[in-house]
């Protein structure tokens, strides 16, 4: 290891199990020198399994539901005091849609759900950056990332209202982030994520195709949750310090391309 996040402070939002994008983010921010507050919605405390993982990291739980100003408060006054001093980077990786749970289709809403699923997955950016910033909370040269997923720029019908939820967080980076910038020279990026196999990734219809697909179009192949957390620690390390109000697609090459020799190869014969 490189020792990148030397004496770095944290908050990790979002690990639910060990297939977590932020489970493996918080475990290669500990290998890299890095101490954090471990964070997720007192209802997901109930699996118990993030204290193997805090127990692995010598990390603190601060349970705190993104959709609620009263925890991120407290979540962030505490992390300050635990972590003795401001916070140097934050991992924004929340998302849930109800009405892809309930298998409701796009055209066809519950409005309920995409104001709760809304809240949950967008929203919530707005509201953590809202309580850092107001908080003074960030370090000079501090890093704020959150994960995000190309549906924000084009069409995949079976990602639901989450491409919408997608499309708001990756604004709201640029948004909050030239403030945060401006203020503070904390810098604020979304990474856009290939399909990973997750408890949020696999509960999209057909996950199992679109993953294959995927891996097939992008010439390096789709980018695995670890390698995610690789790219996360230097957006988080002072290597990357000018990089900001960036949407950095992290998938091997899927957004740029248009055909592949193997997609195309499936459809060989169909003009004959
Ligand atoms: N898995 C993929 O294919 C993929 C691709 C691109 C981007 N992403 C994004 O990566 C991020 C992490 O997802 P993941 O794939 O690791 O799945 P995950 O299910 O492991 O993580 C989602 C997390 O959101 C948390 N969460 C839900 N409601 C919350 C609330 N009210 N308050 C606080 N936390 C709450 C869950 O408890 C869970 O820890 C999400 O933003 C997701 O959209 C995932």
């Given at each position: 290891?490189?020792?990148?996040?030397?004496?770095?402070?944290?908050?990790?939002?979002?690990?639910?199990?060990?297939?977590?994008?932020?489970?493996?983010?918080?475990?290669?921010?500990?290998?890299?020198?890095?101490?954090?507050?471990?964070?997720?919605?007192?209802?997901?405390?109930?699996?118990?399994?993030?204290?193997?993982?805090?127990?692995?990291?010598?990390?603190?739980?601060?349970?705190?539901d993104?959709?609620?100003?009263?925890?991120?408060?407290?979540?962030?006054?505490?992390?300050?005091?635990?972590?003795?001093?401001?916070?140097?980077?934050?991992?924004?990786?929340?998302?849930?849609?109800?009405?892809?749970?309930?298998?409701?289709?796009?055209?066809?809403?519950?409005?309920?759900?995409?104001?709760?699923?809304?809240?949950?997955s967008?929203?919530?950016?707005?509201?953590?950056?809202?309580?850092?910033?107001?908080?003074?909370?960030?370090?000079r040269?501090?890093?704020?990332?959150?994960?995000?997923?190309?549906?924000?720029?084009?069409?995949?019908?079976?990602?639901?209202?989450?491409?919408?939820?997608?499309?708001?967080?990756e604004?709201?980076?640029?948004?909050?982030?030239?403030?945060?910038?401006?203020?503070?020279?904390?810098?604020?990026?979304?990474?856009?994520?290939?399909?990973?196999?997750?408890?949020?990734?696999?509960?999209?219809?057909?996950?199992?195709?679109?993953?294959?697909?995927?891996?097939?179009?992008?010439?390096?192949?789709?980018?695995?949750?670890?390698?995610c957390?690789?790219?996360?620690?230097?957006?988080?390390?002072?290597?990357?310090?000018?990089?900001t109000?960036?949407?950095?697609?992290?998938?091997?090459?899927?957004?740029?391309?248009?055909?592949?020799?193997?997609?195309?190869?499936?459809?060989?014969?169909?003009?004959?």
């Amino acid at each position: 290891m490189y020792n990148l996040l030397k004496g770095k402070k944290g908050i990790i939002f979002g690990a639910l199990n060990a297939d977590s994008i932020a489970w493996k983010v918080a475990e290669r921010a500990h290998q890299e020198g890095a101490t954090f507050v471990l964070t997720n919605a007192p209802i997901a405390m109930r699996m118990g399994e993030i204290n193997k993982l805090a127990a692995e990291t010598g990390s603190e739980i601060i349970p705190a539901d993104a959709t609620s100003m009263e925890d991120l408060e407290n979540l962030v006054e505490k992390s300050v005091e635990i972590l003795g001093g401001k916070i140097d980077f934050v991992l924004h990786s929340i998302g849930m849609s109800i009405n892809v749970r309930k298998g409701l289709h796009y055209t066809n809403s519950n409005y309920e759900f995409t104001h709760k699923g809304f809240d949950v997955s967008a929203l919530s950016f707005h509201r953590v950056m809202n309580v850092l910033y107001n908080k003074k909370a960030m370090s000079r040269w501090g890093s704020i990332v959150a994960l995000t997923y190309m549906a924000a720029q084009r069409v995949f019908p079976d990602y639901n209202d989450m491409a919408d939820n997608k499309a708001y967080l990756e604004s709201v980076a640029r948004s909050f982030g030239y403030f945060f910038g401006r203020d503070f020279k904390v810098r604020v990026n979304t990474i856009s994520q290939s399909p990973t196999p997750t408890t949020a990734g696999s509960g999209v219809k057909g996950f199992g195709g679109f993953l294959s697909y995927a891996e097939k179009m992008s010439p390096l192949g789709n980018a695995t949750a670890l390698e995610c957390a690789d790219y996360t620690i230097t957006l988080f390390s002072d290597l990357t310090k000018k990089v900001t109000l960036q949407n950095l697609f992290h998938d091997g090459g899927f957004s740029n391309m248009g055909i592949s020799d193997v997609i195309m190869d499936s459809f060989m014969g169909a003009d004959e």
